[in-house]
């Protein structure tokens, strides 16, 4: 069986002409799938594209990141729902017809609301205006949370600085916790006990690779093998022994290598599954 990179960035690997090359690179390093993770309109529309010209190696989610929310969030996040157009809704509790049919109408249609969050650390320094840049991310990731809620979708969330609120608006928000996603874990046992406690799951990138993240491998623990999934958050976060370079999907076969030794299995183990476990969670 093929790993999963569940989540990474390939719009500069398309607009470089780099694709085909990271593609053949990730086949050959046992890749069957991997998920590119939308943050801004030009990337939703991209990878709905590759998606359709690479059905069943890409696919793709849509989503407002917060380092990109700032006033105009509103006009931004209403042009979401039209990626899943005519698709059903999976919440058992809407059966409303789809209204917004703006945008896309056509599949493939995304796996996946995302990734939406809140982040801290690139906020402005001045005060006021890291107050009201905070807000509309605030505001943003609710409106993310209500749809992803409506159409009973799975959450990829942004965490970084702000994940007790994070937490507090998924509450909230009504999701089904099963379908949310912390992707990039980077906090550790105590936080990773929060989101089981809850039914969701944190993902992991080259981080836990890392000399200096052990925080993050007794999160991984915690979590145990039952709802692990990894990822490259390609280009960011290349994995040892790669570390400081950029990244790319194919690089994810060095996170699976080291979380079988993490887990003391095989390579072949831990990619049956992650696998598995992605193609659950994201309904593949």
């Known amino acids: 069986m093929g790993l999963i990179d569940t989540h990474t960035h390939l719009d500069g690997f398309a607009r470089r002409g780099e694709l085909p090359d990271v593609l053949a690179r990730a086949r050959a390093a046992g890749l069957e799938a991997m998920i590119a993770v939308g943050t801004v309109p030009d990337d939703w529309a991209l990878y709905q594209d590759l998606a359709r010209e690479h059905p069943g190696l890409i696919h793709y989610t849509a989503g407002l990141h917060p380092c990109s929310v700032d006033a105009g969030w509103e006009g931004v996040v209403a042009q979401l729902e039209g990626y899943w157009g005519g698709a059903p809704c999976r919440s058992a509790e809407s059966d409303a ?6 945008g896309p109408a056509v599949p493939p249609y995304p796996v996946a609301v995302g990734e939406i969050g809140l982040d801290r650390f690139h906020l402005p320094k001045e005060a006021a205006e890291a107050a009201r840049v905070f807000a509309w991310q605030r505001a ?7 749809l992803a809620q409506r159409r009973g979708v799975p959450v990829v ?11 507090e608006m998924i509450d909230a928000s009504g999701v089904d916790w099963t379908k949310v996603v912390f992707h ?16 969701g799951r944190g993902s992991f990138t080259g981080i836990i ?12 623990r915690v979590q145990g093998l039952a709802r692990l999934m990894i990822e490259t958050d390609a280009p960011y976060l290349a994995p040892v022994p790669h570390r400081g370079k950029p990244n790319e999907p194919a690089w994810v076969r060095h996170t699976a290598e080291f979380c079988a ?11 049956a599954v992650t696998t598995k476990n992605a193609k659950a969670f994201f309904e593949l």
């Open 261 to 271: 030794a993490l887990f003391g299995m095989t390579s072949d183990e831990v990619a």
């Open 97 to 102: 017809p789809n209204e917004n049919t703006a």
């Open 140 to 146: 943003a990731f609710a409106a993310g949370l209500e």
């Open 157 to 167: 969330v942004h965490s970084r600085g702000a994940f007790r609120e994070c937490v």
């Open 209 to 220: 690779t890392y000399k200096n993240a052990d925080a993050v491998r007794a999160a991984a």
């Open 184 to 199: 990039c874990f980077s906090e550790g046992a105590d936080e990773m006990n929060t989101l089981l406690t809850r039914g």
